[in-house]
């Protein structure tokens, strides 16, 4: 009989240098040639929605901001005034006054729109060119509702490029419809590569979550897919919940009860009911989650070689957030405990790699996808 293909590695492969998960020089390749070519995800839609509202996002030093303009075009810029070189906007998010960018140190002005000066503080020479001293302009990308900048003026979108792991039944989706209920943010002490690696596993998951492995039998089984062992034909026919995929019984969702409180995604209920969730994923900044009544979009933004900035929005339908007697808490509450857990394994990851330099850890038959993580890394370093 042919074996049933699954997931999991058929060899031992190993892991990165420990030091690249510390050394200053090995960040700043990562963040010229990583970082600075490939897409990075901002937020949804709705989290800007008035017009004039803007965000900046940090990518370890470099501030970029992104704002809806008095018309409601989006644009995304380099925070960095064109006079002496300030930050322009020092918040993370706000409203501007009007479609006019000031900066705060001298005050000349821009236009929020096209980025371009419109007056300096004080009179120019004659030989002063206005026109070449426009805010830098970045790429900037809505898919789905998903906002995304580019730091290089050369790379496509392409969906096909842009997300590694993509389950086409997400595509039945108008994410762009729904709307942001919550959004919760924390610094974690961890090099972004180990929050990508703990992401990409469930080892971890019956003894760092065990609420989250309850709800999802496969998890406490430390697989992620039911496709991740040799015999998972055969453990599919068994009856056992625990090779079967999907939620425990009579849960709908990832909520701290397990109920959805009567309110399902519309046009992917069953396939939901069947796999429990659904993921797509973005290296090296973003992965989006669907639920049985919500959607969670986590962002993973560099902040030094040991430090991450992580952010989740929760994304619910309309008629989820306008139901008086939703209570948004019982997602929300049951995500952070489950961020929070990782990001405590991520930072005990980090705190034990210092006593190496180029010596590897090892991948196990499971971490097939921390595998792919690690050689799309080592490509996109050498590419770019
Ligand atoms: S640095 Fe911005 S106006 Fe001087
Ligand atoms: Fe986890």
Redesign the pocket.
């Known amino acids: 009989m042919k074996t049933p293909k699954a997931n999991n590695l058929k060899k031992t492969f190993s892991s990165l240098p420990l030091k690249w998960y510390y050394d200053e020089k090995q960040f700043q390749k990562e963040l010229n040639k990583i970082w600075s070519h490939n897409w990075v995800y901002v937020c949804h839609e709705s989290s800007l929605i008035d017009n004039l509202s803007y965000k900046t996002i940090t990518i370890s030093k470099q501030s970029i901001l992104i704002l809806k303009d008095k018309e409601g075009s989006f644009s995304a810029y380099l925070n960095t005034?064109?006079?002496?070189?300030?930050i322009?906007l020092d918040n993370l998010q706000g409203k501007l006054k009007s479609n006019v960018l000031v900066?705060?140190?001298?005050?000349?002005s821009y236009n929020a729109s096209d980025g371009s000066l419109l007056k300096?503080?004080s009179k120019p020479n004659d030989d002063f060119d206005k026109s070449k001293y426009g805010l830098k302009k970045i790429q900037l990308k809505i898919w789905n509702g998903l906002i995304f900048i580019n730091l290089s003026s050369k790379k496509s979108f392409s969906v096909k490029k842009v997300f590694q792991y993509f389950d086409k039944t997400i595509s039945k989706l108008d994410i762009s419809k729904f709307e942001l209920g919550f959004t919760w943010t924390k610094e974690v002490k961890c090099n972004w590569k180990i929050y990508w690696e703990n992401y990409s596993e469930c080892l971890h998951c019956p003894n760092i979550h065990p609420e989250l492995s309850k709800l999802v039998p496969l998890y406490q089984r430390r697989l992620v897919d039911v496709k991740d062992v040799e015999n998972w034909k055969i453990l599919k026919k068994n009856s056992d919940p625990r090779f079967q995929g999907g939620l425990r019984k009579g849960a709908d969702t990832w909520s701290s009860d397990g109920s959805s409180q009567g309110h399902y995604i519309k046009n992917l209920q069953e396939e939901i009911h069947t796999k429990g969730q659904i993921y797509i994923s973005s290296w090296p900044s973003m992965f989006l989650g669907v639920y049985g009544d919500h959607i969670r979009v986590v962002r993973i933004l560099p902040l030094l070689n040991d430090k991450i900035q992580l952010t989740a929005e929760w994304l619910f339908q309309n008629e989820t957030l306008r139901d008086p007697k939703y209570d948004i808490k019982n997602v929300t509450d049951f995500g952070i405990l489950v961020m929070k857990q990782d990001a405590d394994a991520c930072e005990l990851n980090q705190k034990g790699v210092y006593n190496y330099n180029n010596e590897k850890g090892v991948l196990m038959p499971e971490e097939y996808i921390i595998k792919d993580f690690q050689d799309w890394l080592r490509r996109s370093i050498k590419l770019n």
């Not at 005034?81 to 300030?86: E, F, L, T, Y």
């Open positions: 005034c064109k006079h002496r070189g300030s322009i900066c705060p140190y001298h005050q000349w300096t503080s």
